[in-house]
């Protein structure tokens, strides 16, 4: 298992031996095994230094402080840093009007960011030398395939999980959930048999924590988990793997779009502000000759960098962009309204993308 781990940090280039990694670890099967992993990864000089973080949600009483005591505990075992993290998602969720889910996710990766940024200062890496390893399985993956099969999805969406997404990278994508739980089982025998390696069990006697709410069927994930994936199982056996190659086939094509996409917004996007995406931008008259697929892939790089990586960008807000030229021109006297409060403006000069404020501080100024 370790050796498939390591394969997979190499072949990705997701992590070499002076990368600081913070491990993002819930006490679940896969991110307790990736834990062990990784420090005996780190043990052997692939990787730089380490730390965990556990976030605790505050969603589920008793369970959620029996979770982050024993990922302590793991981490005390290992002789980690350890960071904890407590956040009301509840209450956030209640003030927001928000889903809990997203404002969980959230969350969890502002305090992972916040950690990795103190684990770098620690070790003396650049921040962006540093990653955030997270515990996703093939399965999740699959599970992620088939959810956006039934809501839709945008381009790339297909490809489902990123091995790395910035400075988060998912060095558990070529095994399954099911790999990672025998890698504890077999550990805990090793254990039993009189190796000496770490292992933590909480106060019943388990490997790892188990979320009751991961049972539930009426959540989307846990419907897709325990509703769809067995039956297509029942279908193909071999469906994490087959499933996974598709994906790697469908990642290799979107990674060369990616790279023409990139080249279209270096040549057609003019920034507002260097180093202040939030500020604005124009995309230049010549975006209109570009192909339709492209100007879409296209508006949502421009997107996300206005409004987040981590910011799911609307289709309707991607349309509008692309509705802003026509004939091979942009539309003058063009105007939209789109997410996050953003402006589109066009005339012959181009598309400009603006915050909603600035949009009427400049034309209040041209009255």
């Known amino acids: 298992m370790i050796e498939r781990i390591a394969h997979t940090i190499e072949t990705h280039d997701l992590a070499d031996s002076k990368t600081p990694v913070l491990l993002m670890v819930s006490g679940g099967s896969d991110s307790t095994a990736l834990a062990y992993i990784a420090a005996e990864l780190a043990s052997l000089g692939m990787l730089g230094e380490i730390a965990m973080l556990h976030v605790n949600h505050k969603l589920r009483g008793a369970d959620a402080e029996a979770d982050a005591a024993f990922v302590h505990d793991l981490a005390e075992a290992l002789g980690l840093p350890f960071f904890l993290v ?39 890496h650049p921040i962006g030398d540093g990653r955030i390893f997270t515990a996703h399985t093939q399965d999740d993956r699959v599970e992620n395939f088939y959810m956006r099969s039934i809501v839709g999805t945008g381009p790339g969406g297909f490809r489902s999980m990123r091995y790395r997404n910035g400075s988060v990278v998912r060095p558990c994508l070529g095994v399954s959930r099911q ?56 279908r193909n056996p071999r469906l994490l793997q087959t499933l996974s190659r598709t994906m790697d086939l469908i990642a290799d094509e979107d990674d060369m779009l990616d790279a023409w996409t990139a080249q279209i917004v270096e040549e057609h996007v003019s920034w507002e502000s260097v180093g202040d995406p939030c500020a604005g931008c124009v995309i230049a008259p010549g975006f209109a000759a570009v192909e339709l697929p492209l100007q879409r892939r296209a508006a949502i790089d421009v997107l996300k960098r206005m409004l987040g990586v981590e910011e799911r960008v609307d289709a ?45 501080a400049r034309r209040k100024g041209i009255r």
């Open 179 to 234: 790999d990672l739980r025998d890698y504890l089982k077999r550990r805990a025998l090793d254990v039993e048999a009189g190796e000496g390696k770490p292992l933590v069990r909480d106060s019943g006697g388990n490997l790892w924590r188990e979320d009751a709410t991961n049972a539930h069927t009426d959540l989307f994930r846990g419907y897709v988990r325990h509703e769809i994936v067995p039956k297509a199982l029942e």
């Open 316 to 360: 309707a807000s991607v349309e509008a962009i692309v509705a802003a030229f026509a004939d091979g021109a942009p539309i003058s006297g063009y105007t939209n309204n789109i997410q996050g409060d953003l402006a589109l403006s066009a005339n012959k000069r181009g598309l400009r993308i603006e915050p909603m404020s600035a949009y009427r």
């Open 86 to 124: 407590e956040v009301d998602v509840g209450g956030i969720a209640r003030q927001e009007g928000a889903n809990t889910e997203a404002i969980a996710r959230r969350e969890r990766y502002a305090a992972a960011q916040g950690a990795l940024e103190s684990l770098c200062r620690h070790a003396l």
